[in-house]
């Protein structure tokens, strides 16, 4: 499938300015030739070529629309590394793993402060089509951990962080997550425990999405993390080795990934 990025809408296609560009001068595709576009919205439209001048348009043969995507909804919040290079990997893999939401969130400790948020949605969207994505990851501009915070859910919000000395559950808890979720509660000795529970919230209103934050390289501070715990987010383990940040939001990515698929 040769998929290319467009808008349709009304029965029409229009392909995508820079698609335009590659079709023509560095695919060097021909008149006619069979080709998909997107709008990465769930939308998929099908049809041949057709040159005018200089534009390239769509014969169109078929469109489907509200095609399915992935069950659960992953949004990571994951704070940007000084080298770029790195984030752009993560944006690129966690893409392919089928993310919906990305945000770029500025720590105590973030050592990055610019970042070129248009370029990442280019690679993202480049990543989209190169796994064959009918949606593509919304990802939003670096945003205060104050100001992110305030919109989470803590029934289906996580974050993973290094603090050894704080309860941390174990990732594999969340196999079943959403359609159960954790509650802490009193067992027996009076201890704190970590048990399977229906959710409470309205199962109608985004009843599939779940949120991990993901720290910079020196982690949150310790304030962060009493902010999250005051807020009722917990805290997943993401195993005994100290992982850098993007691997750290791979690791996650990959892991909702293969719920999907086993």
């Known amino acids: 499938m040769k998929l290319f990025f467009g808008n349709i809408e009304n029965g029409k296609v229009e392909i995508n300015d820079e698609e335009q560009q590659h079709i023509v001068k560095v695919l ?5 030739e069979e080709i998909f576009v997107t709008d990465g919205k769930g939308n998929l439209a099908k049809g041949n070529l057709v040159f005018e001048g200089k534009k390239v348009s769509l014969d169109v043969s078929e469109i489907q629309e509200n095609l399915p995507d992935f069950p659960t909804k992953l949004h990571i919040a994951i704070a940007p590394t000084k080298n770029i290079d790195r984030i752009e990997f993560f944006v690129e893999k966690a893409t392919e793993m089928g993310i919906s939401e990305i945000t ?71 196999r079943n997550f959403p359609n159960k979720i954790l509650n802490q509660e009193k067992g027996v000795g009076n201890d704190d425990v970590m048990v399977l529970r229906e959710p409470q919230h309205d199962k109608t209103k985004n009843p599939n999405e779940i949120t991990f934050l993901i720290g910079p390289e020196g982690d949150f501070s310790d304030k962060e993390i009493q902010l999250l715990a005051d807020k009722g987010i917990k805290a997943v383990s993401l195993g005994n080795q100290r992982l850098r940040t993007e691997t750290a939001g791979i690791f996650v990515a990959a892991w909702n990934y293969f719920q999907t698929i086993s």
Not at 105 to 133: F, G, H, P, Y
């Open 28 to 32: 060097r595709m021909r008149e006619g």
């Open 104 to 174: 770029l969130i500025q720590t105590e400790k973030t050592e990055r402060k610019n970042l070129n948020i248009e370029k990442l949605r280019k690679q993202s969207v480049a990543a989209s089509k190169q796994s064959l994505r009918f949606y593509f990851p919304i990802i939003h501009d670096l945003t205060k951990f104050s100001d992110f915070i305030k919109t989470l859910n803590p029934e289906t919000s996580f974050v993973a962080h290094c603090n050894e000395n704080l309860q941390r559950i174990d990732l594999k808890m969340l």
